[in-house]
């Protein structure tokens, strides 16, 4: 079975900084798929970004980029230019490839991000 | 589009009551899913809905059931609720072939006194 660690409970960061917070995952397959979604206290699951496992290319979306480190079973989210509309829970997920398990997600227990004015 | 809708937002039962998490989506998403949230754990899936007319057991199923009705709906049902079962449930859609990214309800917090 996949597993999925976030390493830091909380978190803080000033307004306009940037901050990257970690996820390890455990897995034996070798195409699988990875999702950062954010919680914010309207406890509203959204997805921020994902990345394809065979892409070597790190997935970026506006103000948010992923370090992805196959090889470590390593995949960071960096937030650039912090907001306080950041403040929210943030969770790493694994999906298993198709045909093993109808794309089920396993997440991790999530980060606690507060954007400080 | 609504996207996927959850009723209903709040609900308390007593330990032993019955009651059906409805959920709906209006994004023709083939495959539908179950999860629960408790406090300091991330999502666990209880159930999911490949497609219409198929359903299977998550990581955590006992206690829960759950009915495809059609593409549309997904509903989740605690036959005798427990303690046990507190948790905000999230309902999930997820698109056809080749698409992997799952879209979330807005959750359901369910207190069982």
């Known amino acids: 079975a996949q597993t999925v660690t976030q390493s830091q409970p909380e978190m803080s960061v000033q307004e306009a900084e940037t901050v990257t917070l970690s996820c390890t995952y455990d897995t034996s397959e070798n195409n699988y798929y990875l999702f950062w979604y954010k919680q914010p206290p309207s406890r509203q699951m959204i997805l921020v970004i994902r990345q394809e496992a065979y892409k070597q290319q790190n997935a970026t979306e506006n103000r948010f980029s992923v370090n992805f480190q196959k090889a470590a079973k390593s995949f960071s989210l960096k937030i650039s230019d912090s907001q306080l509309g950041d403040t929210a829970m943030y969770f790493c997920?694994?999906?298993?490839?198709?045909?093993?398990?109808?794309?089920?997600?396993?997440f991790g227990k999530g980060t606690k991000l507060s954007v400080i004015p | 589009n609504a996207g996927v809708t959850q009723t209903p937002k709040f609900q308390v039962l007593k330990t032993g009551q019955s009651m059906t998490l409805q959920c709906a989506q209006d994004m023709n998403h083939n495959s539908m899913y179950w999860y629960r949230q408790d406090p300091g754990m991330g999502l666990r899936l209880i159930y999911y809905s490949a497609s219409e007319g198929t359903t299977d057991k998550g990581e955590v199923p006992n206690g829960y059931n759950v009915s495809r009705l059609n593409k549309r709906e997904f509903s989740l049902r605690l036959e005798s609720a427990a303690p046990s079962q507190t948790s905000v449930y999230f309902c999930a859609g997820r698109g056809g072939p080749g698409t992997d990214t799952q879209y979330f309800g807005p959750g359901t917090r369910l207190t069982v006194l």
């Open positions: 997920a694994f999906m298993k490839p198709p045909g093993a398990g109808s794309y089920q997600l396993t």
